[in-house]
């Protein structure tokens, strides 16, 4: 008898299994096809996931500027009422509540002295609220049943080998290339909350794998009338070759590869059967949650950090904006990359100099204010900084200073300074080469 029901056991439990890996396949085909595959609706080639952001940016846009105010104003009152905050925090608050006012509503903006930056900001706000939140509903078909244990069963070797990641972080660095930085910061925050990123992989994607996005590298194209095949080429390789230096170096070999909270989950190497191996391994770390108690999560832990992330935004803008278009500072920060600039014998030191600064502080303003008349090889190289500095006032610190994660803020420097230098010495060796050899 015992020996029957032991059997019936096993028929039960693989029948059990055998339904959840259907399950495993339908979920992950729905986040996949949402996040990664374009498809053509009203002559627009792009995302599901972009699709439902335009519609609804298209239908709902004066409703959704309601909500913003009326968010962002409760979320103020709340923080004057408990006393949670200082006087001065609680004066930037409201201050960055009269900014969005006066963005949405005002007739005369008189908080910037550029009008590109209001188009900006509005832009980024609405697709703060729109794809988010979207983004956080499907984001669990992606990281909860099974597709991140099947990716690092077969990219672990390489990504370790590379970058020293696990091969999970691909699905990661996936996201920023498809989407938009603040997913990919959203998605990295989710698993490192969940332990399933050590610290130095949270590092390595928030300041080294950020900014490296299609959408992005298309508009500079546009804007800049570069070739996009090299370009994005080009981008690749350096983006590959730099971060394996990065991570090998000071101060991304130093940070801990610790956890933030321990779980059962541990990496693992298969050298064969990497599929089934993948799948089991998950089958036998699965949580019992159902799909629609992660998506409430994410959408909560979405709302909440986006009540923080717009007026840190529009604050960063705000400054940002004071500072950068003051000539003098400008000149005096761009100062510091001219030696290297000035080794590495690469023309309009000044320009390339200016680009590095206005980068730092957003990537679609410096564009804006580049002269598109100066030389190919000018523009070909300010691209390439603007779309591989990976550290950026407006987009990774924002959403840091936003969220509950901790980073260095030492680390943010020096690792942008690296990556600036890298960047500037491989382009020479490339573009030399170029110049000796092919031409």
């Known amino acids: 008898m015992e020996g029957i029901n032991n059997k019936k ?42 699709h439902i952001v335009d519609k609804i940016q298209l239908s709902y846009n004066n409703f959704l500027q309601i909500c913003i105010v009326v968010f962002i104003s409760l979320g103020s009152l709340k923080l004057f009422i408990d006393k949670e905050r200082s006087k001065t925090f609680l004066f930037f608050r409201f201050l960055s509540v009269l900014i969005i006012l006066n963005i949405f509503y005002g007739k005369n903006y008189i908080f910037f002295k550029n009008d590109n930056t209001i188009l900006i900001i509005k832009e980024i706000i609405l697709n703060l609220v729109t794809v988010l939140p979207i983004s956080s509903i499907f984001m669990p078909f992606l990281l909860e049943y099974g597709l991140l244990d099947i990716l ?11 970058f020293k990641v696990s091969g999970k972080t691909v699905i990661n660095i996936l996201i920023f290339i498809f989407t938009d930085c603040f997913c990919g910061y959203y998605m990295a925050n989710i698993l490192y909350s969940k332990g399933k990123l050590r610290l130095n992989e949270l590092y390595m994607l928030l300041l080294n794998f950020s900014i490296m996005s299609f959408p992005m590298i298309k508009y500079i194209c546009n804007e800049l009338n570069l070739n996009s095949g090299i370009f994005i080429f080009i981008n690749l390789l350096i983006l590959i070759t730099s971060n394996m230096i990065l991570c090998r170096v000071y101060p991304m070999s130093k940070i801990k590869k610790s956890y933030s909270v321990k779980t059962n989950y541990k990496e693992s190497i298969h050298r064969k059967d990497k599929l089934k191996k993948g799948i089991n391994k998950h089958l036998q770390s699965r949580d019992n949650k159902k799909v629609f108690v992660h998506i409430l999560d994410n959408l909560e832990y979405a709302i909440n950090l986006i009540m923080n992330l717009i007026p840190n935004i529009v604050l960063i803008f705000f400054f940002g904006d004071l500072l950068f278009n003051n000539e003098y500072i400008v000149d005096l920060l761009s100062k510091l990359f001219y030696p290297i600039i000035n080794l590495l014998k690469l023309s309009d030191v000044s320009l390339i100099s200016k680009s590095i600064i206005g980068g730092f502080y957003n990537e679609i303003v410096t564009i804006d204010l580049i002269n598109k008349s100066v030389e190919y090889n000018i523009k070909f190289i300010i691209g390439i900084l603007l779309v591989l500095k990976c550290t950026s006032l407006t987009t990774n610190i924002a959403y840091i200073s936003s969220s509950s994660i901790e980073i260095d803020k030492k680390c943010f420097i020096i690792i942008f300074l690296e990556r600036i230098l890298l960047i500037l010495l491989l382009y020479s060796i490339i573009y030399y080469f170029y110049i000796g050899y092919i031409m």
């Open 9 to 50: 056991n096993y028929e039960e439990n693989s029948d059990s299994d055998s339904i959840y890996i259907l399950k495993m396949i339908i979920y992950s085909v729905i986040g996949i096809g949402t996040f990664f595959i374009p498809i053509n609706i009203n002559n627009q080639n792009q995302t599901i996931l972009y």
């Open 152 to 162: 690092e069963s077969y990219f672990h070797p390489i990504t370790k080998k590379l």
